[in-house]
């Protein structure tokens, strides 16, 4: 073997050294992302009375990216009577209409949403559909819904809003009182005499009833 060949030989080796050295070293400039928020999608969910979602977790990472989560995610429901979700796969199932927290744990990171089961309705109704009152009373409503041909109680689970001429009022408040009715709040001194609709609705549909309430 010429000594020119030799040294040909030499330096491809040395050359190969080198380049394997310098990829170990670049090697340990990157590190891989970590993650460093999640969020449900969808941000708010819904689904319909025995139908089910199907969620899923993305996540943001340290290099800005977002991408989905698809493995080690964890899932429970505030309250499995209203929905369902499975620990591991992140299906919802509606069981009865209202609203639960759906959570989501990965990798030591935690996020929520709120859940919404709603029913397909034909219609809807509000009871009584007038009272009067005077301002700085309350006045009860209990709502009901047909749906499937059966009518159903949609009391805790229904919108009231206190209206004049289509547009809402805020010196009139309407909430559920947490047992078996929506009570309307009137301000003695704000909220002034006059003819008010209270507007029943219900999510998932774009059907209302309205009872007028007259404030003395």
């Known amino acids: 073997m010429s000594f020119t060949k030799q040294r040909i030989r030499v330096a491809g080796a040395f050359a190969a050294l080198a380049m394997l ?3 170990v070293s670049c090697k340990g400039f990157f590190v891989n992302p970590t993650l460093t928020s999640i ?5 708010a969910p819904q689904v319909q009375v025995s139908q089910i979602l199907q969620l899923q977790v993305f996540g943001t990472y340290t290099d800005g990216n977002r991408n989905q989560v698809k493995s ?3 899932w429970s429901s ?3 009577t209203i929905a369902t979700v499975d620990s591991s796969s992140g299906v919802m199932a509606g069981i009865q209409a209202g609203t639960v927290t759906i959570t989501a744990d990965a ?3 935690t996020s929520t949403a709120s859940g919404t089961v709603f029913l397909v309705i034909s219609s809807i109704a509000i009871s009584p559909t007038s009272a009067s009152i005077v301002a700085g009373s309350t006045q009860s409503f209990t709502v009901s819904a047909v749906s499937n041909g059966v009518t159903i109680d949609l009391t805790s689970s229904a919108t009231l809003t206190a209206e004049q001429s289509g547009s ?5 408040s309407c909430s559920y009182d947490g047992v078996s009715q929506q009570v309307c709040t009137t301000t003695s001194g704000t909220t002034l005499p006059g003819v008010y609709q209270i507007v029943a609705s219900y999510s998932g549909s774009t059907l209302t009833a309205t009872a007028n309430l007259i404030v003395n």
């Open 21 to 23: 050295a310098l990829a």
């Open 78 to 80: 505030s309250d499995p």
């Open 39 to 43: 969020a449900i999608s969808p941000t």
């Open 168 to 172: 809402a009022v805020s010196t009139m």
């Open 72 to 74: 080690g995610v964890s």
């Open 107 to 109: 990798q030591g990171l």
